[in-house]
């Protein structure tokens, strides 16, 4: 059964809906997996705020596909200025990242249509927009997803959270904060990594955003097979098949629950179980 586990620290956060999804089992797809609104805002319904969001949007959509994954801008004047930014995972085409935008795009539209503060999170890419500037700030709010069921042996388990530490370290240095890992784990096959980070934060504040992640979760993913976290700063992403696709990138050796830290009211979703958790 695909479970969340929730841990937010810093700032308190809107409400989050996480999403359950099924996933081909060796093969890598666009689900999607949270959406974060702020309360509704009737001030949304004014003429020059939604034109400044659809100029802000297309402009997302347009430009993030074609500047390698990642795109910040801003539009409108003083009370009505919209920011946002996209960031697609480091190993999706143009078509993929083009395509996944499009699609959180209308999921933020669709479910959040008169918030202000939006955050929306698939696999292939993350959407953020909001009336406050937000870049540069690391946030660490995250959910960690993996499966109950799904547990790893003893030996993988051993080498599978030093192995994800090490990406976590090094990921920052990387050009795009953005780094691939394979691990061999010998009878057990090979198990695969990723990190990346938002580039709009700092490479230390990225290093201290893997971290986070790791540390808060590792009681959560440590035995699992396989687990995915996601945050507004901040992604990693353990598997045992090749999700990723190939690109060229650096290499190392080295069933769904959901997690989080700091404060926040939270309403979670999966498959119609609601479940509203208040730290």
Request: hydrophobic share 35%; aromatic share 12%; net charge neutral.
């Amino acid at each position: 059964m695909d479970m969340f586990h929730f841990g937010i620290v810093g700032a308190l956060l809107p409400a989050l809906i996480l999403l359950s999804s099924s996933r081909p089992c060796r093969a890598d797809s666009n689900a999607n997996t949270g959406l974060q609104c702020s309360g509704a805002d009737n001030s949304t319904t004014e003429n020059e705020f939604q034109t400044n969001l659809k100029n802000l949007l297309d402009t997302l959509v347009l430009k993030g596909p074609v500047s390698d994954g990642f795109y910040k801008t801003e539009t409108g004047k003083k009370a009505n200025k919209v920011y946002g930014l996209v960031q697609c995972r480091g190993d999706m085409s143009a078509g993929n990242c083009a395509n996944c935008t499009k699609d959180a795009t209308a999921e933020a539209l669709s479910k959040c249509p008169k918030s202000k503060e939006v955050s929306v999170w698939f696999t292939w890419c993350f959407l953020r927009y909001s009336n406050d500037s937000f870049f540069g700030i690391m946030e660490q709010g995250s959910v960690a997803i993996t499966n109950d069921t799904d547990f790893d042996d003893p030996y993988a388990i051993s080498k599978g959270l030093f192995f994800m530490g090490g990406l976590a370290s090094t990921a920052p240095n990387q050009p795009r904060m953005f780094q691939t890992a394979v691990l061999d784990v010998g009878q057990s096959g090979k198990r695969y990594g990723v990190a990346q980070c938002s580039l709009d934060i700092s490479r230390g504040d990225c290093g201290v955003c893997l971290d986070a992640q790791l540390a808060s979760f590792r009681t959560t993913i440590g035995n699992k097979r396989w687990w995915e976290t996601y945050g507004p700063s901040c992604f990693m992403w353990y598997h045992d098949y090749q999700f990723y696709f190939n690109i060229s990138m650096p290499a190392s050796e080295g069933s769904r629950r959901a997690s989080s830290y700091g404060r926040v009211s939270i309403g979670v979703t999966i498959a119609m179980l609601a479940l509203l958790v208040v730290v």
